[in-house]
């Protein structure tokens, strides 16, 4: 990482944000950041991250004071039904910021849609079917525009399905949430959030403007398997297998099973040297069971 003073501004410090902050003021940086919730505003400031209000309704009160001498800049605000509001309230101040060197987007591979079951890449095409994912792909190129029109150092990071501590299938087992779903030749991919915050941090290290990367473990799995394997280290019965068909699921569940795809993670071995910690979901449910006691 750069030896110079460096201070990250993260719009939206969510659960995948926060681990990059913990990781980054861990080691010196200068992080600052964004929630909706002034009810969260001393939590972050006791871990060291000097925090902003910011909403669609909110926009920051003082951004050039906000933004000054910010040298790297991640969203991870998803977008709502009026767009990016990041972008829609702040893009212009953020391609005005001197010295920025890296900036980071959070989005999400619900972008590729639906490939039946089959391995996409970066290259493959955005052709998402669902509100949020068509939501998304909108937003990449608000971003992507960022990058070509104003010179902002604009990378995008595809996310899958996120777990880690208080948000795995250990926790779901735990509170008699977790279902087993059933659909013959469905598979997910996902990644651990500290695997999420090391890429970010190797991105950081060696930037690419405009590049977009994957960031997914090494084995897609359908997410009855990653239920059961944690109801076996916890020692319980996992919940029954229930037909797709008979799972009564919302319209949210049901979009989310609407796609089937296996997400490739090769560009960011390659390219920004990323080992992962947790390459599939056995280690990653092994080590949070073993790090509570």
């Not at 969260?40 to 004071?65: C, H, Q, T």
């Not at 909108?138 to 501590?165: D, K, T």
């Not at 990644?191 to 994957?214: C, F, K």
């Amino acid at each position: 990482m750069p030896k110079q003073p460096c201070r990250l501004f993260i719009f939206g410090l969510g659960y995948s944000a926060m681990a990059l902050a913990r990781r980054l003021t861990a080691q010196g940086w200068q992080v600052a950041g964004t929630t909706r919730s002034p009810d969260k505003l001393e939590a972050l400031r006791a871990a060291g991250v000097e925090p902003f209000l910011f909403g669609r309704g909110r926009p920051l009160d003082n951004p050039a004071a906000a933004l000054a001498g910010v040298t790297h800049l991640l969203s991870s605000v998803p977008p709502d039904g009026e767009g990016d509001a990041v972008l829609d309230l702040h893009g212009a101040d953020i391609a005005s910021i001197a010295g920025l060197r890296w900036a980071g987007y959070l989005s999400t591979t619900g972008v590729y849609g639906d490939a039946g079951g089959d391995w996409v890449d970066e290259s493959s095409p955005v052709q998402p079917i669902t509100a949020r994912g068509k939501a998304r792909a909108a937003a990449e190129s608000g971003w992507m525009e960022l990058h070509g029109g104003r010179g902002v150092p604009v990378h995008i990071f595809r996310l899958p399905g996120i777990y880690g501590p208080g948000r795995s299938s250990l926790d779901a087992v735990r509170a008699d949430t977790a279902r087993r779903i059933d659909k013959p030749g469905q598979v997910f991919s996902r990644i651990h959030v500290e695997d999420i915050a090391a890429t970010l941090e190797a991105s950081m290290a060696r930037p690419n403007p405009g590049a977009v990367y994957n960031v997914c473990d090494d084995e897609p799995a359908p997410g009855h398997e990653v239920t059961a394997h944690a109801a076996r280290l916890l020692g319980v019965e996992p919940p029954p297998l229930i037909p797709i068909d008979q799972a009564e699921l919302s319209p949210m569940a049901a979009s989310f099973y609407g796609e089937s795809k296996r997400v490739r993670n090769s560009r960011i071995k390659q390219e920004l040297g990323v080992v992962l910690r947790y390459p599939t979901y056995r280690e990653g449910l092994a080590a949070q069971l073993a790090e509570e006691g």
